[in-house]
C-alpha cells in the first residue's frame, strides 16, 4: 500500500486581497474535493500579520498527488488565483509519507456533519460562501474541510480562531445564523465539538449557539454514569487484581482505565443522547426544563445507591 502525500502551497497574498483570495481557495477546495484520491485541505494564515498563506492538501498516495499536480483542473483554478498573489507566484512542495502538517490555534472548533444524498455540490458551494464569511472576522486562523471516506459519511470541517471571544463572536453574528438557516435544506446532521472545553469529547455544542451546555449539567451526567462503574469494579475487579498480586498503583490504573473508557464510550453517550432536551433546552423554556432534568437525576442517583447498597461490605 503507497504511503499518504502531502503538497504544501504557499503564496504571498497582495494586501486588501486576503477575502478574495479566501473565496477562491473555496472554490479550490471544490475542484480538487472531486478528484481521485484527494483526503483533505486545509488554510493556515501568516503568523503575526504576515501576508504569506500556507494551504496543506492530503492525498492518498504519491500517484493521487502527481496526477492532481498534472491535472487540467489545477491549471485552471491555480490560473484564476494567480492575479491574488503577489508576483503571480504560488509555490508547491510535495512530501511522501508525511501525516499531514497540523495547523495550531487558541481555539479550534470541529463540525461533524451528515449531507442529504445528492446535495453534496450544494453542501461544497455554500462551505466557499460561509468560510469567505468567517475569514472576515478577526482572529479568524484558517479552515479544514474533509469529506467523509465512504458515501453516506460524516463530513468534517475544522476552523480555528485566535481566542475564545473572537470564536464567539463568529459564532453568535447573524450572518453565521443566515447561512445555517440555508445549510437545513442539504445538512441532514450535524454535530459541533469545542475542543477547548471542560468535558471534551464527552458531550457537543449547540448547533445554533456554537456552545457546550453548563459543566455542572455534564458533571451530573459523568457521575451518573461513574458511580455505577466504580462501584461494580471495587466489588469484582478489585479483588482479583489483588489476588493477582498486583502494586496497588497499577491496579488503581487499571481500574480508572476502564472508568474512564466506560463513561467515555457507554454511559456519556448514551446519557448525552436521553438528556439532550436537558442539556439544551428552548430559551422560554429553560427554567422549567433544567428543574425537571435536575429532578430526573436525583431520582436516578437515589436509586443507583439504593440498587448498589448491597454490594459492597460495611
Known sequence: ?????????????????????????????????????????DMIPGANGSNEWKIVINFRSADDLAAWQQSRERAQIIDEGTPLFEGGNFREVAQVGEAGVQPTGDVTEVIFSRIKSGMEDAYREWTTRIEAAQARYPGYRG???????????????????KSATQLEAWMNSPERKSLLQESKAFIEHEQLTRLATAFPGWVPVDPITGKGPPNWKTAMLVLLGLFPVVMLELRFLNPRLSA????????TFIGNSLS?????????PLFVRWFRWWLFPDDASTFRVTSKGVAILIVLFALEVAALWQLLPW
Open 143 to 161: 479552515m479544514f474541510l474533509q469529506p467523509p471516506e465512504e458515501k453516506g459519511g460524516m463530513w468534517t470541517t475544522i476552523f480555528r480562531f
Open 260 to 268: 474512564v473508557a466506560a463513561t467515555s464510550f457507554i454511559t456519556m
Open 1 to 41: 500500500m503507497s504511503s499518504p502525500a502531502v503538497l504544501i502551497a504557499t503564496a504571498r497574498v497582495r494586501v486588501g486581497k486576503n477575502a478574495e483570495f479566501v473565496v477562491w481557495k473555496g472554490r479550490h477546495d471544490t475542484v480538487i474535493g472531486k478528484f481521485p484520491g484527494y483526503v483533505s485541505s
Open 244 to 251: 493477582l498480586g498486583l502494586h496497588a498503583s497499577l491496579a
